[in-house]
């Protein structure tokens, strides 16, 4: 189940966003010739795509501990309009 081709692991979401942070100095750079910036943005908005759903996987997984009425502790899916 860990396998899946639609989910991310974190060390392809730091992949990506390393390639996307270089991406991005390349660009600021403007040394790049057109062709080249339209390349490196086109692979940038691919980039962005993986580290966002990699980013709603993640926050699917957490889960936050809180406390009952009787004292117990359990564990319920967070979300994110929940308040600490």
Request: hydrophobic share 35%; aromatic share 4%; with cysteine.
């Amino acid at each position: 189940m860990a396998d899946q081709p639609s989910t991310t692991s974190i060390a392809d979401f730091e992949k990506s966003l390393n390639e996307l942070e270089q991406l991005v100095r390349d660009l600021e750079q403007g040394e790049l010739s057109l062709e080249q910036s339209l390349s490196a943005f086109e692979r940038g908005v691919k980039l962005t795509r993986t580290c966002q759903q990699a980013l709603k996987s993640a926050e699917q997984r957490i889960e936050q501990l809180v406390q009952l009425e009787d004292g117990t502790l359990a564990t319920k899916p967070f979300t994110p309009d929940d308040t600490l």
